[in-house]
Structure formats: structure tokens, C-alpha cells
């Protein structure tokens, strides 16, 4: 009983977001779009509410545009240093791509039913899509931008990361507590492993050993030995928490509460709990900078990205974006461009 009142709270969760919105509308950046090289590093908000994503100059913490794309976007994957960006439709069945310099959709991919998370390989040739709707994660070839396999064999596919060698990939399945591993190249499920109730979001560390799962029905963080394939430990955290994301150096995770306005901050190593922010409304999307000084959050009540000094927990800025945001992807890390390896794994995190 508790399980399935939990399962049904997430799933509203997911879809509650965007019944809501708003038309879009496209809000150029004032000048034209800044080039990406300038931009220095992106943050990408993905707003359900109103169709589009919102990319904000993270070192300025300044929108530079709001680009519509599909219906109840969820989450953002920023690829080839930020000039291109790839968009979960939740609503819509497709992942849009957006133009990372002219900051323009180009085109929209049909993948499974109510897309969740997406996850880069690590030689940047394949973009990975968690369809929560059909249990299936899509493969996306960069170089072409259309589906080249679907993998099955899930419940609820919420979460996704890929490892850092570009063995594994790790998906959330959120009515059935585990996580599939999934074979890069071969494309079939070669195991899975249980976790807590209603997992959504995961993230692993840098040297790929551990793995965090993010359960919002238990109020915790399941820590994974994926040498063993086997949950160690489950850290206590906040209300409902959905986003988990590693700090570049591994020794840190932010949790995202969306139930009480909290962030919560684990130390790795000893897998206790740190340090608890509290920055209001419900957050949901959780990054970091590819260098580590600053937590992006996004605050899905209030329609706004929090920026936060990851050592202190100080706010630093809070950057209107538009309405009902959940996810966010970061420019400045992850795959760059095919055969080069990606320099911070904690960019593939979801």
C-alpha cells in the first residue's frame, strides 16, 4: 500500500508540472544570441509549464534567451562544449535539439512515451533517453539525430547516467525500485539492482565505482558498489527528494528535497550528512559547475535557478527562468565531440 500510494505520488509529480502552461514565447537574448566561446559555461532550464528552456549566462547568472521547444520539457543535456543541446519532451514523446550558438530549435526526434532523463556517452557519439511511459530507454546517434535502438526491460525509467569508461549505463525505474544496467555498444540490459521506493534521479562518481539513487518514497540515497552490483548503505535525506548530483572531485552530493525546500549535502566518504540548505519553494534539478564553484538548483514553485557556493551553502543568485521548471544541463563539461573523451563525468549526471 505504501509503495503503490508513493508510486502514484510520483508519477502526478511528473506529470503534474505542465498541465499548466503557458504559450510560448521566444525572449531573444538582447544583441543576438552569445556565441558559446564567450558564454564561457551555460545553464539550461528546462520549463515545463511554459515549453521552453531558459539559458542563463552562469557566469553572469543573466538569461540570455528562452527558446521554446516541445511540450512539458524535463530535462537538458548540453553536448559538444555547449553548441548542442538536447531536450527531453515529456509531453510531447520527441527530444528537441537546439542550436547551442543561435540558440534555435533545429529539429525534434520522436522517442518513447513521456521522456525523463538523457544521458551523453562519454565519445560523445550517443545521446540516451528514458522514455517514464514505456519503461524503454532510446538511442540517439549524435551525427545523425535519430533513434538507432531501444532498450527495455523497465518500469517507470526516470533517472539515467552513463559510467565514466562508457561501459554501463545506469537507469532509474521508478515503479519497480531498481535500476537497469544497461551494455553500451551491445544495447541490452545485463543486470539490475535494487533500490529504495519511488527512485527518480542517480548520479555516480567520478572514478565510476559508486553509484547514488535519489528515492523519493523512502526519503533517502541508496549508495551503490557497482563492482558488486549491490546496494552498501542508504543515507537519510530530506522530503521527496528526485535530483542527486556528484561534485566533480567525488567527495560530495547535493540532493534536491522537493518536498521541504531543502538541499541536502552528503559527504561521500563517510556517507553522512553534512550540512542541510534550505533555499524554499520545491527543488528539483540539481548540477554543478564542471569546476566545482557552484551548485545550480532549480526551484520548480518559485520558477527560478538558485545559485549556491557548493562549500558554504551561501545563496549567490536567484535567476527568474519561466514557469514550472524541473531539470537543467550544463554547458562546459560533458562529451565534446566524438573520439574526445569527456573531462567531468559529474556532467553526465541525472
Request: net charge negative; aromatic share 4%.
Given at each position: 500500500?505504501?509503495?503503490?500510494?508513493?508510486?502514484?505520488?510520483?508519477?502526478?509529480?511528473?506529470?503534474?508540472?505542465?498541465?499548466?502552461?503557458?504559450?510560448?514565447?521566444?525572449?531573444?537574448?538582447?544583441?543576438?544570441?552569445?556565441?558559446?566561446?564567450?558564454?564561457?559555461?551555460?545553464?539550461?532550464?528546462?520549463?515545463s509549464?511554459?515549453?521552453?528552456?531558459?539559458?542563463?549566462?552562469?557566469?553572469?547568472?543573466?538569461?540570455?534567451?528562452?527558446?521554446?521547444?516541445?511540450?512539458?520539457?524535463?530535462?537538458?543535456?548540453?553536448?559538444?562544449?555547449?553548441?548542442?543541446?538536447?531536450?527531453?519532451?515529456?509531453?510531447?514523446?520527441?527530444?528537441?535539439?537546439?542550436?547551442?550558438?543561435?540558440?534555435?530549435?533545429?529539429?525534434?526526434?520522436?522517442?518513447?512515451?513521456?521522456?525523463?532523463?538523457?544521458?551523453?556517452?562519454?565519445?560523445?557519439?550517443?545521446v540516451?533517453?528514458?522514455?517514464?511511459?514505456?519503461?524503454?530507454t532510446?538511442?540517439?546517434?549524435?551525427?545523425?539525430?535519430?533513434?538507432?535502438?531501444?532498450?527495455?526491460?523497465?518500469?517507470?525509467?526516470?533517472?539515467?547516467?552513463?559510467?565514466p569508461d562508457?561501459?554501463?549505463?545506469?537507469?532509474?525505474?521508478?515503479?519497480?525500485?531498481?535500476v537497469?544496467?544497461?551494455?553500451?555498444?551491445?544495447?541490452?540490459?545485463v543486470?539490475s539492482?535494487?533500490?529504495?521506493?519511488?527512485?527518480f534521479?542517480?548520479?555516480?562518481?567520478?572514478?565510476?565505482?559508486?553509484?547514488?539513487?535519489?528515492?523519493?518514497?523512502?526519503?533517502?540515497?541508496?549508495?551503490?558498489?557497482?563492482?558488486?552490483?549491490?546496494?552498501?548503505?542508504?543515507?537519510?535525506?530530506g522530503?521527496?527528494p528526485l535530483?542527486?548530483?556528484?561534485s566533480?572531485?567525488?567527495?560530495?552530493?547535493?540532493v534536491?528535497?522537493?518536498g521541504?525546500?531543502?538541499?541536502?549535502?552528503?559527504?561521500?566518504?563517510?556517507?553522512?550528512?553534512?550540512?542541510?540548505?534550505?533555499?524554499?519553494?520545491?527543488?528539483i534539478?540539481?548540477?554543478?559547475?564542471?569546476?566545482?564553484?557552484?551548485?545550480?538548483?532549480?526551484?520548480?514553485?518559485?520558477?527560478?535557478?538558485?545559485?549556491?557556493?557548493?562549500?558554504t551553502?551561501?545563496?549567490?543568485?536567484?535567476?527568474?527562468?519561466?514557469?514550472?521548471p524541473?531539470?537543467?544541463?550544463?554547458?562546459?563539461?560533458?562529451?565534446?565531440?566524438?573520439?574526445?573523451?569527456?573531462?567531468s563525468?559529474?556532467?553526465?549526471?541525472?
Amino acid at each position: 500500500m505504501i509503495l503503490r500510494r508513493w508510486t502514484v505520488v510520483g508519477v502526478l509529480l511528473l506529470l503534474g508540472f505542465g498541465f499548466w502552461g503557458r504559450s510560448p514565447a521566444s525572449v531573444p537574448a538582447q544583441g543576438g544570441a552569445t556565441p558559446v566561446a564567450e558564454a564561457g559555461r551555460r545553464v539550461y532550464v528546462a520549463n515545463s509549464g511554459e515549453n521552453s528552456i531558459t539559458a542563463v549566462d552562469a557566469m553572469r547568472n543573466a538569461v540570455l534567451a528562452t527558446v521554446p521547444v516541445g511540450q512539458e520539457p524535463h530535462h537538458v543535456l548540453a553536448l559538444q562544449g555547449g553548441r548542442r543541446v538536447y531536450v527531453g519532451n515529456f509531453g510531447a514523446n520527441t527530444v528537441s535539439v537546439v542550436d547551442g550558438v543561435t540558440l534555435q530549435e533545429v529539429a525534434q526526434i520522436t522517442v518513447g512515451a513521456k521522456p525523463t532523463r538523457l544521458a551523453g556517452t562519454p565519445d560523445g557519439r550517443f545521446v540516451l533517453v528514458n522514455s517514464f511511459g514505456e519503461g524503454t530507454t532510446s538511442v540517439i546517434e549524435v551525427a545523425t539525430d535519430r533513434v538507432v535502438d531501444v532498450v527495455g526491460e523497465g518500469q517507470g525509467r526516470h533517472g539515467l547516467v552513463v559510467a565514466p569508461d562508457g561501459t554501463l549505463a545506469f537507469a532509474v525505474n521508478n515503479t519497480a525500485n531498481d535500476v537497469s544496467l544497461i551494455e553500451v555498444g551491445s544495447w541490452r540490459v545485463v543486470g539490475s539492482i535494487p533500490v529504495g521506493m519511488s527512485p527518480f534521479g542517480a548520479a555516480i562518481s567520478p572514478d565510476g565505482q559508486t553509484l547514488y539513487v535519489a528515492n523519493a518514497g523512502s526519503n533517502s540515497v541508496s549508495v551503490i558498489d557497482v563492482a558488486s552490483r549491490s546496494a552498501v548503505a542508504e543515507v537519510p535525506v530530506g522530503d521527496k527528494p528526485l535530483i542527486v548530483a556528484a561534485s566533480p572531485d567525488g567527495q560530495t552530493l547535493y540532493v534536491g528535497n522537493s518536498g521541504d525546500g531543502s538541499v541536502t549535502v552528503i559527504d561521500a566518504a563517510t556517507q553522512t550528512v553534512r550540512q542541510t540548505i534550505e533555499i524554499g519553494g520545491s527543488p528539483i534539478g540539481v548540477g554543478l559547475a564542471p569546476d566545482g564553484s557552484r551548485l545550480y538548483v532549480v526551484d520548480s514553485a518559485d520558477g527560478q535557478l538558485v545559485v549556491l557556493d557548493p562549500v558554504t551553502g551561501t545563496v549567490m543568485g536567484r535567476v527568474p527562468v519561466g514557469a514550472k521548471p524541473i531539470g537543467l544541463g550544463i554547458a562546459g563539461g560533458g562529451a565534446a565531440s566524438p573520439a574526445t573523451p569527456v573531462a567531468s563525468p559529474a556532467a553526465l549526471a541525472g
